[in-house]
């Protein structure tokens, strides 16, 4: 063998090695191997409640009045904008409902699921007010009441704004009758759910977006 073929088959080797050496390096560093790296996870979505307001699909088309899909324009989906509608109206009513033998956590309870905690808090408040659970004590007072969806005043990114006539059957002093009043009732997201927010008369006006 002369020198020539000698050179050619250390030079194949040594093409082996740095072969061997790379394959080795590549392996060690690809995604599947351990490069000391942490991996990255998908990050977990919260489901189940609206969160806070996205950006609407829109509509790109020529709008056709016959299959005109509002709530493609709109930050609250057809399922959260009747969730809204409830709770206004069921808020509505149950604040027209008491007794004047009940307590104050009795009729707060009536709000349980409806309202944000910080209207809730008020509002037992002024059920607790001695004034008027005097009054009530008085004349034996009791009211039942139920609501009526009117139309929608306002929408903003994170709150609609309702017109809802409450109605009320009273009895004051053993004579029963008949009261019905409007108000603006504010529903909002708080916290991933949908919650009355606000209200006071219709005719008082109201603030609208809350976030």
Avoid: C, W
């Avoid at 027209?96 to 033998?101: C, I, L, N, P």
């Avoid at 006071?200 to 977006?209: F, L």
């Amino acid at each position: 063998m002369n020198l020539t073929d000698r050179r050619r088959k250390l030079l194949f080797a040594g093409l082996v090695v740095v072969l061997a050496a790379v394959g080795v390096y590549l392996t060690v560093a690809s995604p599947g191997g351990s490069s000391g790296e942490p991996e990255a996870r998908p990050t977990a979505t919260a489901t189940g409640a609206p969160g806070p307001s996205s950006t609407p699909s829109g509509i790109q088309k020529a709008v056709n009045p016959g299959d005109f899909d509002i709530y493609r324009l709109l930050t609250f989906s057809r399922q959260e904008f009747a969730t809204a509608a409830d709770l206004a109206q069921r808020f509505v009513a149950a604040y027209g409902t008491y007794r004047y033998d009940e307590t104050p956590e009795t009729y707060m309870g009536r709000f349980t699921g409806l309202t944000t905690d910080d209207l809730k808090q008020r509002l037992g408040q002024d059920a607790a007010t001695p004034a008027m659970t005097e009054e009530r004590q008085r004349v034996q007072l009791v009211a039942q009441g139920s609501a009526s969806l009117d139309r929608v005043r306002d929408i903003e990114d994170n709150s609609i704004i309702f017109l809802v006539t409450g109605h009320q059957q009273v009895t004051r002093s053993g004579k029963t009758s008949d009261d019905s009043k409007q108000y603006a009732v504010t529903v909002a997201r708080d916290g991933g759910a949908l919650k009355v927010y606000s209200f006071q008369p219709a005719d008082a006006g109201q603030a609208g977006d809350t976030g």
